[in-house]
């Protein structure tokens, strides 16, 4: 598949976070958490090339961290800057790096071997990137580089470079660090659809400096990322060497010649402040937390333990969310408390693989808008074999959180 079309299908698929996916809503109030997440990063590096789905997340996203492969979203500055879209500002450069410029740069950058059918955009455009199929003799890989600009001092800058909890995003390994000078880095070891472990892998590394440049690389054991021919075992590069890829100060001359980012909007904090510790506040005694993880400030999620095995909790906390009252509460069994408030209790099948999993919701939504929906799993991730009959806390015990005086 051609670059441009996976950019775009890519496109396509983290668009739904921008529109009320009736579906995705009615199955459950975590993914849409998850998508604002990938909104806030489309807002706040906005543009026209998509290579990270991260997002996991990193995506999730999609289902993971940071990529159009099912990981997370990472586009330049400023909206689509295609003259198509009214209001919406050009936020690329003058064109003074060439695509043909870019190529070279990847070119000279990667170990010995050939890179063929190449595809690029240059400085002109609001996200450069470059990208080729690899081949050091070992096998054909896709590898491609994106860059653009964001606001250092905003969410991105940490959303983009750490890695994501394993209970939430399958992968191999994952590594942060901060380098001298503040940049922030992250390497990643993951697959093109992370809960498919045995398809293409996708490995990145990501950089995120203190000027305000972004960097991302990835590359797969493949020579497309959604090809099922997989030429070889791992990706060409090794961690180190992608690292050197994203610190090498070649692209830096493209990164130059676009605009800085506009400045991220602050994120909105939803009704109940910190959502972690209200929630651990609302447990029943007896249940050990042993892992715990957010991903924005609307969404947590723990792992418990009542000694009988573990049981992944995850919670959503949304305000103004009455505008989709109909697509969350339209279907099904639904009751509405003497305050208004209405309740969805729903027990279903587990989506993400995991064998013998099964999830159990309790959603609510009050009179001003304060969406609240609570889930809990019979298993420590979504991916992974059940570990008990039932989740660790009963459908009595998520009605109680959700429609608890806490997030009011």
Aim: neutral net charge; proline residues 6%; hydrophobic residues 35%.
């Amino acid at each position: 598949m051609p670059f441009e079309d996976d950019l775009g299908q890519a496109l396509r698929q983290t668009g739904d976070g921008f529109s009320a996916d009736q579906q995705a809503l009615l199955d459950g109030g975590e993914r849409r958490g998850r998508r604002r997440l990938a909104r806030r990063r489309v807002a706040a590096v906005a543009g026209g090339a998509l290579t990270l789905a991260l997002v996991a997340t990193v995506g999730a996203y999609s289902g993971g961290l940071l990529g159009g492969s099912g990981s997370g979203a990472t586009v330049a500055a400023g909206g689509s800057g295609n003259g198509k879209d009214p209001g919406v500002p050009e936020r690329g450069g003058s064109g003074a790096v060439t695509p043909e410029m870019l190529v070279a740069t990847l070119k000279g950058l990667l170990p010995a071997g050939t890179l063929t059918d190449t595809r690029a955009r240059g400085s002109k455009d609001q996200a450069p990137y470059v990208s080729g199929v690899f081949d050091d003799g070992k096998g054909r890989s896709q590898v491609s580089v994106v860059l653009t600009r964001i606001d250092p001092s905003g969410q991105m800058f940490r959303q983009m470079t750490e890695c994501p909890s394993t209970t939430q995003v399958p992968h191999d390994g994952c590594t942060e660090e901060t380098l001298p000078g503040g940049a922030r880095l992250m390497l990643f070891r993951g697959y093109v659809y992370p809960d498919r472990r045995s398809d293409t892998k996708d490995w990145r590394a990501t950089l995120a400096t203190r000027d305000g440049y972004l960097i991302d690389a990835n590359e797969h054991n493949a020579p497309a990322e959604k090809d099922s021919g997989i030429t070889r075992a791992d990706p060409p590069l090794t961690m180190a060497q992608m690292k050197a890829l994203v610190t090498s100060d070649r692209w830096h001359a493209a990164l130059e010649d676009l605009p800085a980012a506009l400045i991220e909007p602050p994120v909105q904090t939803p009704a109940g402040g910190n959502v972690q510790g209200r929630l651990k506040s609302l447990l029943p005694q007896g249940l050990k937390v042993v892992e715990k993880g957010d991903d924005g400030p609307d969404y947590t999620f723990l792992v418990l333990d009542d000694g009988k095995g573990r049981s992944l909790v995850q919670i959503n906390v949304q305000p103004n969310m009455g505008d989709v009252a109909k697509d969350l509460f339209g279907s099904g069994e639904v009751t509405t408390l003497p305050d208004g408030t209405k309740v969805k209790a729903e027990k279903k099948v587990g989506e993400k693989g995991g064998q013998g999993v099964v999830w159990w919701s309790v959603d609510t939504l009050r009179p001003n808008g304060l969406r609240v929906v609570v889930s809990a799993f019979n298993s420590a991730t979504q991916h992974t074999e059940a570990t008990r009959d039932t989740p660790a806390l009963t459908m009595e015990q998520l009605k109680a959180i959700a429609t608890s005086d806490t997030w009011k």
